[in-house]
């Protein structure tokens, strides 16, 4: 209130002459710089916050400084996800290797060359003799039954 008073005391009185049409054209551009220059400054200074129309949109503001803090949080968010969607890539990756490499191990392990080496120390030996085949009768199988 008090910043009402002094521009209202520092303004030119009413009865003062006026001035040609022409003048006031000219002068528009240095009434404009001064706006500028009064707005920068209450800016600057702080002035601006004791407004009437600053405290009229004081919940607006709050609501803009919500969203911006908002959108913020989302950024944060986004990137820890990132981040963790990187590290979970980075795990599968491995584990595929190490599931490549475990089925060459088992692959390797399983044939019979391997096997027969893995059995030589429990004394279990490859047999040299092919098996029998067992064939049987129809008439005996017929018999049985």
Do not use: W
């Amino acid at each position: 209130m008090k910043n009402k008073l002094i521009l209202e005391i520092e303004q030119p009185p009413l009865t003062a002459p006026a001035e040609p049409a022409e003048e006031t054209v000219q002068d528009a551009a240095p009434v404009k710089e001064n706006k500028i220059r009064k707005n920068l400054t209450a800016l600057l200074s702080g002035r601006f916050l004791i407004s009437d129309a600053t405290l009229n949109n004081l919940p607006f503001l709050f609501y803009l400084a919500l969203l911006g803090l908002c959108y913020i949080a989302n950024g944060y968010y986004a990137q820890s996800k990132d981040r963790e969607y990187d590290k979970l890539n980075a795990q599968i990756q491995d584990l595929h290797s190490r599931y490549v490499i475990a089925q060459a191990q088992l692959m390797y392990l399983s044939k019979e060359s391997e096997v027969a080496k893995m059995a030589a120390p429990l004394g279990l030996k490859e047999s040299l003799v092919p098996p029998d085949k067992i064939v049987l009768n129809k008439d005996i199988k017929s018999s049985t039954h």
